[in-house]
């Protein structure tokens, strides 16, 4: 079977986003490994439904101070629906009608980022965020009635700002129920000319995310 152009261009900018974040200093002390449920609302026609998945992070202190340095990866999915045509480009007229279609999305990200203590107390610590992610986008368009079908994939930056905090309410237990909240914006990583190919993410749009989950606080060494 031969991948699309554009799934392999993603796979491939993936990889470099992933070999990035593995160049990270082998040496560097983790303070805090959070694990969370990870859920987008994206302001884009092929993602109307709301996309849900897994986030995982680590955290890396900055000389000891309020300033965090922040690494990690998500991976989320959702499947929609809408009235559409499953095919693009140059078809014959009246081959290719609008019909029921169902979208599959799969959103896969490589995070860093910084994170900023604006209050810290003996069980509640809160920190306002700034992030890059480095996305691959694809989806997955499947027309109900007709069986045609037509995908297409994309490598995104992803900016976002947000607020998060942590409650330990387990005394001596280094453990904290994490929530968090952020607004981002997505854009395309390149352009692709194509007049009369399939690009659906070309433009730029909004997202907000919502994040809750445990984290685990290492001892200071």
């Known amino acids: 079977m031969t991948l699309p152009a554009s799934r392999i261009r993603s796979f491939l900018e993936w990889r470099a986003a992933l070999a990035i974040m593995c160049a990270f200093p082998v040496g560097a002390v983790a303070q805090s490994a959070s694990i969370s449920a990870s859920v987008i609302d994206a302001n884009h026609y092929l993602l109307s439904s709301r996309l849900a998945g897994a986030a995982a992070r680590l955290s890396y202190p900055f000389h000891n101070g309020p300033v965090s340095i922040r690494i990690g990866a998500e991976r989320l999915a959702a499947n ?123 433009q730029s749009f909004d997202i907000v995310r919502v994040r809750v989950g445990l984290s685990w606080q290492f001892p200071s060494r």
């Not at 109900?144 to 037509?150: F, K, N, P, V």
């Open 80 to 202: 929609s629906h809408r009235i559409g045509a499953p095919c693009a480009g140059l078809v014959q007229p009246g081959t290719c009608q609008p019909e029921p279609v169902r979208d599959d999305a799969h959103f896969t990200a490589a995070i860093a980022g910084l994170g900023v203590r604006v209050l810290d107390s003996r069980r509640l610590a809160v920190n306002l965020t700034g992030d890059l992610s480095f996305v691959v986008l694809n989806v997955d368009s499947h027309g109900l009635t007709s069986g045609g079908s037509i995908s297409a994939g994309k490598g995104m930056w992803d900016t976002n700002v947000g607020v998060e905090g942590a409650w330990s309410p387990w005394g001596q237990l280094p453990l904290a129920i994490e929530a968090g909240i952020a607004a981002g914006h997505v854009v395309p990583a390149a352009t692709d000319l194509q007049l009369d190919g399939y690009t659906p993410f070309e």
